[in-house]
């Protein structure tokens, strides 16, 4: 089960004005679920993006990008779970493309006013006429309290959806943030492998709604990872319906924009740290905080390192002190002039190495103790300047084993 | 079990004339069985090594590195299993000075003359006086026709042992290379966790033994990956005791050299291939074929992203074609300008993927034929050049979670 994720409840997510959601059973991969999304956005509304750097990105990606960046504004987005439609060449991208048409006559607006998002097994053909046939029922049930449906609707391999809602005041008029996601294999950042729409009803300006994207996702969604396997379809949505009654945030130093980015960040990072807790098989949520590096490039290099040791996962699968094995993956970590003798290494609160070997202190019993709790911070402290880092991720069990190996069956 | 790898035979291992090995019980991890292997080479032998790149390397390493480029000649190569003597500071370095000194008071050489070597759990206090205790025993079982007891003795999760031996004619001598490897879990290049010793008896300068020894490794062991986690005490030596009757080789164009490299490169591709077979919690041997790349940094690039992919691991371990994942581990290789509509993808004999997309002639029953089969060969072709690159691993089950989870217990 997840780890310290709670089952989420309808009431906790507060719609945004301007921002309608209808879900659809399309039987895409298996009948009886939600597998079709649609999100409609106000006229004047703002959406940025980022994308999957996979070299091997799927079709929706490609055609998203291109619809993101064409002059008309953006009136929809379509999501379906199931199938990926990534390894499909042409035909997948004249299947996403169908699905757009489709929206685009069922809405009435042009076909490059969709943005289409897949999620599921890769290199499979999209099942186009499900999608088709699903879509009505999607448009018929489109209404702005709709959040708790949506976040269900775009799960794969999740046990819980994975949603929050946070309100702040600019001004003194109440702002809406609401945020949705999925993932839980195949996580690795730039970015994970993840579908996540995020909406406020905040008046934003586009140039603003991207900084605020770029500086939340740096600080979240590409600072987690499960198993190192970046996705083909990785999409992460920003959308300010600009419904709220306030004059528009275009300053980067306002008051507004600050507290509206440090709010879109929080959402950000909930949403991606659930994807971590939620992660394939997890037991454990580990925090990896590494400290005093000569630059922020070589603190994430050293964190990932660790987070992606699968003897360092399966270790803390089994909560069993195996310290060596952090050592081991910060040595490999790829810094060629990494003095080890000026290394510590924390557990928790427990000195564990000091001068890069194991500390006079520490008892195995102190780190025994740590590595039986739920939620673990490894700090490691480099001693080589002032730069910092964190990323989070979770352990290696029987189940992530268990889960891949049985995902198509 | 390990995958096509047969249990050794005492018979199937010639002797190295001029290499006496000596193997005792000296109960550092557990009691009852070997886990300490003395190596004594005469006085004519030359000795070439290469080690981890691992920053945080062991302590032995860092010895053996020194004494093999100080003036005297080497004498002897002790190994000990069950304690890595990694992570343990300036007390692990004095203990392995300590080891040397015994071992050079018990030969009658200096200190400086012996080469040690650890494997097993890191950032434990190497128990340094077991290890002494147990070395007149290694010393009176000194022997040349001991390789067999020697492979068992540096084993630590290894099921079976590993060696091979291989003669060839050189002018009309017999000329013989026997070698031994450990390694099984900690396994990724730069080396893999592994120990491995090659002796010959041919007579070989030290310079033309070096370019040997790289030329090897480059070919076999920095070809093999299990879990991508580089070990702190990689080592592989080979040792030319020059007990043959035949001039010196000193020329890289001549017909000796080449031919005893290319012997000495199928020993260590015969280990190094044996390491992945016996994997920890292998069912499956895999061969990563990547062809007309760009140059061969960019192949291994994408061989590695492959092999190490826990999501295409644990699909071959369900012999689950779930070939998308294959796709997805080339996209994030980190080829920047790959154009993955050229790429072509191969499972066995089977063609998966063209120009980008599933082929057209793809069946899922032919996918599945191939995954079934225990050695499978998967083949990119990435169509931009003409460099290409070959790499070895094995799947991801739920014996590596198992194995590594209670490795210590």
Redesign the interface.
């Known amino acids: 089960m997840p780890v310290n994720l709670e089952p989420l409840k309808s009431e906790q997510l507060a719609p945004v004005k301007g921002v309608s959601l209808g879900v659809a059973e399309a039987s895409i991969k298996k009948p009886n679920r939600k597998d079709l999304l649609l999100i409609t956005v106000s006229d004047q509304a703002k959406i940025a993006g980022v994308f999957t750097?996979?070299?091997?990105?799927a079709a929706p990606v490609l055609v998203s990008r291109e619809h993101l960046h064409s002059k008309l504004p953006v009136k929809a987005l379509v999501v379906n779970t199931g199938n990926?439609n990534?390894?499909?060449?042409?035909?997948?991208l004249a299947r996403t493309k169908r699905t757009c048409d489709e929206v685009a006559k069922l809405l009435g607006c042009e076909s490059t006013q969709v943005l289409p998002f897949s999620t599921g097994?890769?290199?499979?053909?999209l099942p186009i006429e499900k999608i088709v046939a699903g879509l009505p029922a999607s448009v018929a049930d489109l209404r702005e309290d709709n959040w708790f449906n949506a976040a269900q609707a775009i799960m794969t391999t999740d046990i819980l959806p994975k949603a929050i809602s946070k309100q702040i005041q600019l001004n003194g008029v109440a702002i809406t943030i609401t945020g949705i996601a999925k993932g839980s294999?195949?996580i690795?950042p730039?970015m994970a492998t993840m579908l996540g729409y995020i909406a406020t009803d905040a008046v934003v300006s586009k140039a603003m709604l991207e900084t605020m994207l770029h500086h939340a996702v740096k600080r979240s969604f590409n600072r987690i990872t499960v198993?190192?396997?970046?996705?083909?379809n990785d999409s992460l949505i920003l959308i300010a319906s600009g419904a709220a009654e306030m004059p528009e945030i275009t300053d980067p130093g306002s008051h507004e924009f600050i507290a509206l980015q440090a709010a879109v960040t929080d959402v950000a990072t909930f949403l991606a740290q659930a994807i971590v807790r939620d992660g394939e098989g997890a037991t454990k949520f580990m925090t990896i905080n590494i400290e005093s590096g000569h630059n922020e490039a070589e603190c994430t290099k050293v964190a990932y390192a660790i987070a992606?040791?699968?003897?360092v996962k399966?270790?803390f699968?089994?909560s069993?002190p195996?310290?060596?094995?952090i050592?081991?993956?910060?040595?490999?970590?790829g810094?060629?002039d990494?003095d080890?003798?000026r290394i510590s290494l924390y557990l928790g609160d427990v000195l564990v190495?000091e001068?890069?070997?194991?500390a006079l202190s520490y008892q195995e019993a102190d780190g025994q103790r740590i590595m039986k709790q739920d939620e673990i911070t490894i700090r490691v402290v480099l001693n080589r300047g002032s730069a910092e880092t964190t990323v989070w991720t979770c352990d290696?069990?029987?189940d992530?084993?268990?889960i891949?190996?049985?995902?198509?069956?």
Chains 1, 2 share one sequence.
């Open positions: 750097q996979n070299r091997f990105c990926a990534a390894g499909t060449g042409e035909e997948g097994v890769i290199m499979e053909p294999g195949m690795h730039n198993d190192g396997d970046t996705s083909t992606h040791s699968p003897l399966t270790a699968f089994a069993d195996n310290l060596g094995r050592l081991a993956a910060i040595g490999y970590a810094i060629a990494l080890v003798n190495v001068n890069g070997g194991r290696f069990s029987y992530y084993v268990k891949n190996a049985e995902y198509r069956s």
